[in-house]
């Protein structure tokens, strides 16, 4: 019997699913058996050209939990997913050959690394039918073509809102699939059968004391069980009208929405968060809250729009500006990575991110423009420690953050640099953010 191979990316979850639904179509339409493959590559193992580790330990934590989970619920559907580790190219042609499949589906990520991994499976013979499914508005439907797609995020907004532009319904779980091959898949290149094994991911069930996102607690734990709960606790009075208001605490599990972590795996779909908001709205009325909820999830459409638009020079040293090459300190970065650069607002920021893999979105900024603006630093090596660092790490959202704080984006103004003084008088002017991560 031949197979359907179906390989998981960003988009661990079942709900949702429209490149899962095309590959169980195609296993049916064929009489195939359905083979669901993750593939971890030795590439996140690494040192990157700055030092460290592509991949920490927090995001190997959450994404070893958010495949424990992806594998539970398969295995209750009589599936199971499939765990490998090497180049993409080399583990899924093998695995391929050994099932006998021809024909490999996923979802497209317009990320340049991404977009290799599929060509090289193209280019060792398979035929890769891929499928746009993570943002609120395909590509498609947009008001213009992407080449054409407004430089401004304002402009964007107000296009896709002035075409009354709706995303598209959230599909259902599948409640059934079809069953994987018979074959004896131990025996593959780069077969494990633990996601902690996988990812090398430590298994201690403590969360750091003063975490706003404790994702060794059940609450927060990847995979798409904890994120569903957790779309449903905060879609409920007051958390949602107060976003507006709420979104730049530096502390806080409820002032903003923690979506982000359980979106840069894929546990949840923003299309899931979109229908889900509509249906709070409808029944408690929407508010600037809710709405800034929505403008965030379109400014998340928009860095993926970008890659679609921009590609490759989105990750050149001088981005999408003719700003000289930016210069790099290699003493004061690993004072910035550490904490230890003397500002204390930036310290306190960095030394939670360091020690949580979390740090709000607000923070995000004054730490990157500290790098930039104020040490002088490569974006790019701050950019790499973010991924590194991020239980969120998202590579378009990321990507897209870095190129608007260091002014080498769409954006027209030259850089965004935020006063640390500034900063801390109007986020923490009574010192207790600072006073929690430098103690």
């Known amino acids: 019997m031949r197979t359907t191979l179906f390989w998981f990316r960003n988009d661990l979850r079942l709900h949702d699913q429209r490149a899962l639904k095309q590959a169980v179509e195609h296993a049916q339409t064929h009489g195939q058996a359905l083979l669901l493959v993750y593939v971890h590559e030795p590439v996140q193992d690494a040192p990157t050209a700055w030092g460290f580790r592509r991949m920490g330990t927090h995001r190997r934590r959450f994404l070893a939990d958010t495949l424990a989970d992806l594998q539970k619920s398969l295995e209750a559907l009589g599936q199971r997913l499939v765990l490998l580790h090497g180049p993409v190219a080399e583990v899924l042609t093998a695995c391929a050959s050994h099932v006998g499949a021809d024909t490999v589906f996923c979802e497209d990520i317009a990320a340049p690394e991404e977009q290799a991994q599929v060509q090289a499976l193209t280019d ?3 035929t890769v039918k891929t499928l746009w499914q993570s943002s609120l508005i395909e590509p498609d439907a947009l008001p213009f073509a992407a080449e054409d797609m407004p ?47 996988l990812l090398q991911a430590h298994t201690e069930d403590d969360a750091h004391p003063r975490s706003n996102f404790p994702y060794t607690q059940a609450a927060c734990r990847g995979g798409e069980t904890s994120a569903l709960a957790h779309l449903q606790s905060y879609l409920t009075p007051p958390w949602p009208d107060r976003y507006k208001q709420t979104r730049n605490a530096l502390q806080g599990q409820h002032t903003s929405s923690h979506w982000s972590p359980w979106l840069a795996t894929g546990a949840v779909s923003a299309r899931r968060i979109w229908a889900q908001l509509q249906a709070y709205e409808q029944q408690h009325g929407s508010n600037d809250g809710t709405y800034w909820l929505w403008f965030e999830l379109l400014w998340r459409d928009n860095f993926r729009m970008l890659h679609l638009q921009h ?24 004072r910035w990575c550490s904490g230890q650069t003397g500002e204390p607002i930036v310290d306190a920021g960095m030394r939670e991110l360091a020690a949580t893999g979390f740090t709000s979105n607000r923070m995000r900024q004054i730490v990157a423009s500290f790098l930039v603006h104020d040490l002088s630093c490569d974006w790019r090596a701050g950019a790499a420690w973010f991924e590194s660092q991020l239980v969120d790490f998202d590579v378009q959202s990321n990507q897209g953050n870095w190129l608007y704080v260091s002014g080498r984006g769409t954006d027209p103004r030259v850089g965004r640099r935020f006063n640390p003084a500034k900063q801390t008088q109007d986020h923490d002017p009574q010192g207790r953010y600072r006073q929690v991560w430098l103690a």
């Not at 079809?178 to 004896?184: R, V, W």
């Open 151 to 197: 430089q401004v995020f304002t402009v964007f907004r107000q296009r896709i809102e002035s075409a009354r532009l709706q995303p598209l319904a959230p599909l259902p779980a599948p409640s059934k699939l079809p069953a994987p091959p018979h074959d004896p898949l131990a025996t593959l290149p780069g077969w494990t059968e633990k996601p902690f094994a």
């Open 124 to 126: 060792a013979g398979l």
């Open 311 to 334: 590609g490759p020079q989105l990750y050149a040293a001088r981005g999408l500006s003719n700003l000289p090459q930016p210069s790099h300190f290699p003493k004061d970065f690993a």
